[in-house]
C-alpha cells in the first residue's frame, strides 16, 4: 500500500503541473480527493491493516494529503493572480451603486413616539404577544359575554399544542397591548408612566382599512389627582409632534370596559384644515384613538387602590397612525413587501 499511495501521489503531482484554470484545479481535486476519489478509496483500505501498519501507512496518507492540498492552493493563488494581471479593467468607468436599507415606515413613527412620550416621563416597555386570557380580558374587566371573547374575533391557541406545564390556561393573541397594564401595575406600582407599542392579532376579515395584524401603542399614566385635562395635554402633544403642525384635540363618550369614563379621540383633519374633506368624512375631525379614565377594577387587578390612585389610558391604532401621515389608503401595503412600497420612505 505504501508504493501505491507514493506513486498516486506522483501521478497527481505530474498532473498538476498541467493544470490552467481553477475549474480544472477543482476536477482534480474531486477526482483524487473527494468524497470518491482515488486517493480517499485508499485510505479507506487501511482498516484492513496490521495495527502497526496502520500507523504507518496512516501517517504516510495524512502527510500524502496534506502536501496536496498544500500544493492545490498555491496552484490556485498563481492561476487566480494571473487572471487579475489579464484582466482589463477601465479605472474611469462609474462605481456600482451600494443599496442601503432604511427602517420600515411603521418603525420610524414608532420610534419618533417613543421619543415624544420618553420627553413626557414615560417609560417604553413590551410584553408577551401569546397571552394569557386573564392579563388580555380579565385584568381589564372586561366580561365573559364581551363579544371581544368571541372565537370570531380573538384568535385563541390550544394550550395542549405548546409546552407548557398548565394545560388549563386559555391563551390567546393578544387583541390589544393594553394587556401589559396589569402586567406593569403588578411590577412597578404606583406612580406610574409607561408606554407599550407592538404588535395585535384580531380574527377579521383584511380589507383596505383592517388585518389581522396591525400596530398599536398604549398608553398608561397612574399618580394622584390624575384627571382627563392630563390625558387631553399628553394627546395633544403625541398627535402635534407626529404631524409637525399644532393640533386640536377633542373628546366624545365612547365604551371601553377597561375605563370609567370612557371616550373617543379625534384629531382635527390635517389635510383640510378642518373644512371638510373626504378622509374626514366631511366632518373636519379624525377618530385616531380610545381612551378613559382607567377603571377601578382594573387598578385593583394591577395591586394599586383606587381610593388613593386615578389613571388614564390610552390606546392609538399606531397602523391608522402612519396611514394617516403619510397618505397611505390600504393597511395591506405595510406587510406586502412590496420594494416599491417600502423605498418611499
Not at 505530474?14 to 482534480?28: G, M, W
Not at 493563488?77 to 484582466?87: C, F, H, P, S, V
Not at 393578544?174 to 402586567?183: C, I
Not at 397602523?319 to 417600502?342: A, E, N, P, Q
Request: aromatic content about 8%.
Amino acid at each position: 500500500m505504501k508504493n501505491k499511495l507514493l506513486q498516486l501521489k506522483d501521478k497527481i503531482f505530474t498532473e498538476l503541473t498541467n493544470v490552467k484554470d481553477v475549474q480544472a484545479l477543482v476536477d482534480l481535486e474531486i477526482k483524487y480527493l473527494g468524497r470518491k476519489g482515488e486517493l480517499t478509496q485508499i485510505l479507506r483500505g487501511i482498516a484492513n491493516l496490521s495495527d502497526e501498519d496502520k500507523k504507518i501507512i496512516g501517517r504516510l496518507a495524512n502527510e500524502i494529503k496534506e502536501e496536496l492540498r498544500e500544493k492545490i492552493r498555491e496552484i490556485k493563488d498563481i492561476i487566480l493572480e494571473k487572471g487579475d494581471e489579464n484582466r482589463d479593467v477601465d479605472v474611469t468607468l462609474p462605481g456600482e451603486k451600494i443599496k442601503i436599507g432604511h427602517l420600515h415606515p411603521l418603525t420610524q413613527i414608532q420610534n419618533e413616539l417613543e421619543d415624544l412620550l420618553h420627553s413626557l416621563g414615560f417609560m417604553v416597555i413590551d410584553g408577551p404577544e401569546l397571552e394569557s386570557d386573564y392579563y388580555c380580558f380579565e385584568a381589564l374587566n372586561i366580561p365573559p359575554h364581551h363579544p371581544a371573547r368571541d372565537i370570531q374575533d380573538t384568535f385563541y391557541i390550544d394550550p395542549a399544542s405548546l409546552k407548557t406545564e398548565n394545560k388549563k390556561i386559555d391563551l390567546v393573541m393578544r387583541t390589544h397591548t393594553s394587556s401589559v397594564q396589569a402586567r406593569a401595575m403588578e411590577k412597578y406600582g404606583a406612580p406610574l408612566r409607561v408606554a407599550v407599542p407592538g404588535r395585535v392579532f384580531r380574527s377579521e376579515a383584511t380589507d383596505a382599512c383592517h388585518d389581522v395584524m396591525f400596530y398599536q401603542l398604549e398608553g398608561l399614566m397612574i399618580d394622584k389627582n390624575i384627571s382627563i385635562a392630563n390625558l387631553i395635554a399628553v394627546l395633544h402633544q403625541i398627535f402635534s409632534g407626529i404631524f409637525k403642525k399644532n393640533v386640536k384635540v377633542r373628546v366624545r363618550p365612547g365604551y371601553f370596559p377597561f375605563v370609567e369614563p370612557g371616550l373617543e379621540v379625534d384629531m382635527s383633519c390635517t389635510i383640510c384644515g378642518e373644512k371638510g374633506c373626504p378622509s374626514c368624512k366631511h366632518s373636519g375631525w379624525l377618530e385616531m384613538a380610545g381612551a378613559g379614565m382607567v377603571h377601578p377594577n382594573v387598578l385593583r387587578a394591577g395591586g394599586i387602590d383606587p381610593e388613593k390612585y386615578s389613571g388614564f389610558a390610552f390606546g392609538i391604532g399606531l397602523s391608522r397612525l402612519v396611514m394617516m401621515k403619510y397618505g397611505i389608503d390600504d393597511i395591506r401595503l405595510f406587510t406586502s413587501g412590496d420594494l416599491r412600497f417600502l423605498e418611499q420612505f
